[in-house]
């Protein structure tokens, strides 16, 4: 494969920017509970685009790709991949994300089927099938390992346990799809201390309800989120907050 992708390889794609949805934050965020360390993560819980959000900022921000796109748009044929990601040493990988609450033998071959015997757009070196329930049936295991040794491509497949373990030392990735409480329960540590003056519990309270008004609060984790990695990915979100807040009608009572 060379170095840069033809032009009859992106044909079929549509040119997005940094408004499309995968690059947002979670849209359906998920409440917190009551987990012991170093169980699971709900990822089976997660909305279907939220998983797909979450194996992309994987490949992103743990593999370490340069750029991550997800392949083709909903409707189209795919040929078994979601998300395409160019790494750093100019490989590619691909990932097949599925939100299954089950995932059988018949399952993992007919995805790794289809992938093997489809056009491999971009050639990628490394298969990865995403599923966000846990897989454990022996049967799977054998055929995933059999798969490997038959296969002309690295094939991995990633389970609600090897996405936990994954995520586990990363808590700003965890927090930002499963709340910061369940981060600190699954990745440990102490929770941040809120040390702010009581003046500024009540101000936080106040913006807080009409954000929850306007349906903003996953947006507003999110930008929280930024703050400490992207500062001006985080100031032009708090922007778009203020022009929100600004324009909404609020009456006195």
């Known amino acids: 494969m060379s170095d840069r992708a033809t032009d009859e390889q992106f044909e079929d794609w549509v040119p997005m920017d940094r408004t499309d949805s995968i690059y947002g934050a979670p849209s359906h965020p998920l409440p917190a509970r009551v987990m012991p ?3 699971e993560l709900p990822t089976h819980e997660l909305h279907p685009e939220d998983f797909e959000k979450l194996v992309r900022a994987i490949a992103v921000e743990l593999d370490g790709a340069r750029l991550a796109y997800r392949y083709g748009v ?3 044929d795919q040929e078994g991949l979601d998300v395409i990601a160019f790494m750093e040493d100019k490989s590619t990988s691909a990932y097949q994300v599925k939100r299954m609450q089950v995932f059988t033998k018949a399952d993992l071959d007919s995805i790794v089927e289809l992938y093997r015997d489809g056009q491999r757009p971009f050639s990628p070196k490394r298969f990865v099938i995403a599923v966000a329930c846990l897989v454990e049936h022996r049967k799977i295991l054998d055929a995933l390992d059999r798969w490997q040794h038959a296969v002309d491509f690295d094939l991995e497949l990633w389970d609600r346990a090897v996405l936990s373990d994954r995520v ?18 699954i990745c440990g540590g102490e929770q941040p201390v809120d040390d702010r003056p009581p003046a500024a519990h009540l101000a936080d309270a106040a ?6 008004q306007l349906r903003l609060d996953t947006y507003l984790r999110s930008a929280e989120a930024d703050s400490a990695i992207d500062p001006h990915e ?4 708090y922007s778009v907050l203020a ?3 600004e324009a909404m009608p609020l009456s006195v009572v």
Do not use: C, M, N, W
């Not at 990735?173 to 981060?183: K, S």
């Not at 913006?207 to 929850?212: E, M, V, Y």
């Open 243 to 245: 022009q929100r807040l």
């Open 207 to 212: 913006i807080r309800g009409p954000i929850r």
């Open 234 to 237: 985080a100031a032009a979100k």
């Open 37 to 39: 360390y170093s169980v």
């Open 74 to 76: 909903r409707g189209q």
């Open 168 to 185: 586990r030392p990363h808590r700003g990735l965890v927090a930002r799809f499963f709340g910061e409480q369940t981060a600190g329960l």
